[in-house]
């Protein structure tokens, strides 16, 4: 059997903490069996919405996937059209979707990598160079983000200078924009999983025909046309605040819970630098949800921790401020 590679968009992405839930046992371990499986199931949704699309099957959307226990890959093969600005960016937003369903949802960290290149995938095969490139991210990352590798923008580079003169792209660089976030010291550009960005932020010649869109697309392309008007009528700054207050409810949650060494036999080193691995990974969202609170100018929205010192072991910790003095609290909103 020859097998010949194609160009594929290749996502590869797994779950924050996977061993440490199963080490935890009973409830807690089939809580987290329960949610992962909903959580995957979920993706599986998303990406047999995508397939059912008859307005995604003009431009090829023709996703495909791979999931074994807590391992997630979403492929879709690269084209060569003028639509090819919309398939990239379509799949990057996707996996934003995902992601943030992820955590929203059942509050279930990813770490991951995007990028592009040759892959070969059937119902039995899977390979190819970028499949190698994408897993070796995953190792590389040590916080939870899913990161875009560089071949990836390059692409999108290219992209914006090939369709610059098309007028239906122009607002092509506005949704490159919103799909990615940058962190001084971080050589992977970032997926920004919460960002929350409307349709009409992307193509604002959209705004104010909303009906006559709906009307067009009705008659040919009905189910398209019904989750599309779900989109057009959605508020941005209102999604944007139920984002922010869902991930600050869930990330204050786990980190009063895993950013402290509480429980824990400090004599025993392996457990306890498992546990600074975990707070440091908490500390990166914690940084992540205050920078993009500053962004969006919801500084409301901010989430305040204490940094506290565990004299057992002379480690850093966090602690939800309660009747601390205002100078013990320490709000974080690192500049991007």
């Known amino acids: 059997m020859r097998i010949e590679t194609s160009e594929y968009y290749v996502a590869y992405f797994d779950v924050l903490g996977y061993k440490e839930y199963f080490n935890k046992g009973g409830d807690v ?3 987290f069996i329960d949610d992962l499986c909903s959580a995957i199931d979920d993706t599986i949704g998303v990406v047999n919405d995508m397939l059912s699309s008859d307005i995604l099957k003009l431009t090829q959307m023709y996703f495909e996937q791979r999931i074994f226990s807590d391992n997630i890959l979403v492929c879709l ?4 059209t003028p639509l090819e600005p919309i398939r990239i960016l379509t799949f990057l937003q996707t996996i934003i979707d995902i992601q943030r369903k992820f955590v929203l949802d059942y509050g279930i960290l990813l770490r991951g990598g995007i990028s592009v290149g040759p892959l ?3 119902e ?3 390979v190819g160079d970028v499949l190698i490139k994408v897993v070796s991210m995953e190792h590389t990352v040590k916080y939870p983000f899913i990161a ?3 071949a990836v923008m390059d692409v999108l580079s290219k992209m914006v200078v090939e369709y610059s003169n098309v007028q239906y ?5 506005t949704w490159i924009g919103s799909v990615f976030i940058r962190f001084e010291g971080i050589a992977f550009k970032i997926l920004d999983y919460l960002n929350y960005t409307t349709v009409q932020d992307i193509w604002p010649l959209i705004k104010g025909h909303e009906d006559e869109l709906i009307n067009a697309l009705s008659k040919q392309y009905s189910k398209d046309a019904k989750n599309i008007e779900n989109n057009l009528y959605q508020n941005n700054e209102e999604m944007q605040y139920k984002v922010l207050s869902r991930h600050r409810e869930i990330i204050r949650k786990q980190m009063a819970e895993f950013c402290n060494y509480d429980g824990i036999d400090f004599r025993d080193e392996k457990k306890v630098l498992e546990r600074e691995k975990i707070i440091m990974k908490y500390k990166w969202v914690w940084v992540y949800h205050n920078t993009k609170c500053a962004q969006v100018n919801r500084n409301d929205l901010i989430l305040d921790m204490m ?7 002379m480690k850093d910790v966090f602690r939800i401020p309660s009747d601390k003095p205002a100078d013990a609290v320490l709000k974080e909103s690192p500049s991007m």
């Open 124 to 126: 039995a095969h899977l």
């Open 77 to 80: 093969k690269k084209g060569n």
């Open 169 to 173: 792209l122009q607002s092509f660089t």
């Open 148 to 150: 875009i590798d560089d």
């Open 307 to 313: 940094v506290s010192y565990d004299v057992r072991i």
């Open 120 to 122: 070969y995938i059937d």
């Open 29 to 31: 371990t089939q809580n």
